[in-house]
Antibody, heavy 120, light 106 residues
Framework: EVQVVESGGGLVQPGGSLRLSCAAS????????MHWVRQAPGKGLLWVSR????????NYAASVKGRFTISRDNAENMLYLQMSSLTAEDTAVYYC?????????????WGQGTLVTVSS | DIQMTQSPSTLSASVGDRVTITCRASQSISSWLAWYQQKPGKVPKLLIY???SLGSGVPSRFSGSGSGTEFTLTINSLQPDDFATYYCQQYHTDGTFGQGTKLEIK
């Protein structure tokens, strides 16, 4: 069974940093693009970032570019999102999502999400 | 950036109805479009990809069509489990979601 489980969310002050983790299992992790998608409370979905199977290719939404860094450890089947210079607008549930092997950016498996709250 | 606009924002329907949700892209995205269903407090579920291909385990009452800039999600014979929020998402360039359509019970 495909499974992705996020962790690392919590309360952080504006301007602070946080690192999210996602543990993947049930599939050949190093063959898939992996993504972070977020959803602010009561709002819609926003694609945040993606990373290629060999970690050499990464892309970011304009709203997080330069502040967030996506990475992965294929030996440990782990995905990460390092977030810095956080603002209240970054408050959201962050989902780890499995993409495809081809690079097409749609998501067939999602984690339960981890809540990030940016507040003083 | 490619913008995605869904209509309507809210849709009221009854069990057994046939409903259609529209999604328009600000530029041509060929068939690089997916649809998701999200219930309150739950994780989004992939329904459709490639504009018309059914996701794994998705009932056949769901169907998608369109290409270029205009797309539709149709649900035939609405079931109680179908009342949820639906999102379209383009993946021609990165991934942009529509604002969502809330399907409510009439």
């Amino acid at each position: 069974e495909v499974q992705v489980v996020e962790s690392g969310g919590g309360l952080v002050q504006p301007g602070g940093s946080l690192r999210l983790s996602c543990a993947a299992s049930g599939f050949t992790f190093n063959m898939y693009w992996m993504h972070w998608v977020r959803q602010a409370p009561g709002k819609g979905l926003l694609w945040v970032s993606r990373i290629g199977p060999d970690a050499t290719r990464t892309n970011y939404a304009a709203s997080v570019k330069g502040r967030f860094t996506i990475s992965r450890d294929n030996a440990e089947n782990m995905l990460y999102l390092q977030m810095s210079s956080l603002t209240a607008e970054d408050t959201a549930v962050y989902y780890c999502a499995r993409g495809t092997t081809s690079g097409a950016t749609f998501f067939d498996s999602w984690g339960q999400g981890t809540l990030v709250t940016v507040s003083s | 950036d490619i913008q995605m606009t869904q209509s309507p924002s809210t849709l009221s329907a009854s069990v057994g109805d046939r409903v259609t949700i529209t999604c328009r892209a600000s530029q041509s995205i060929s068939s690089w479009l997916a649809w998701y269903q999200q219930k309150p407090g739950k994780v989004p579920k992939l329904l459709i990809y490639g504009a018309s291909s059914l996701g794994s385990g998705v009932p056949s009452r769901f169907s998608g069509s369109g290409s270029g800039t205009e797309f539709t999600l149709t649900i035939n014979s609405l079931q109680p489990d179908d009342f949820a929020t639906y999102y379209c998402q383009q993946y021609h360039t990165d991934g942009t979601f529509g604002q969502g359509t809330k399907l409510e019970i009439k």
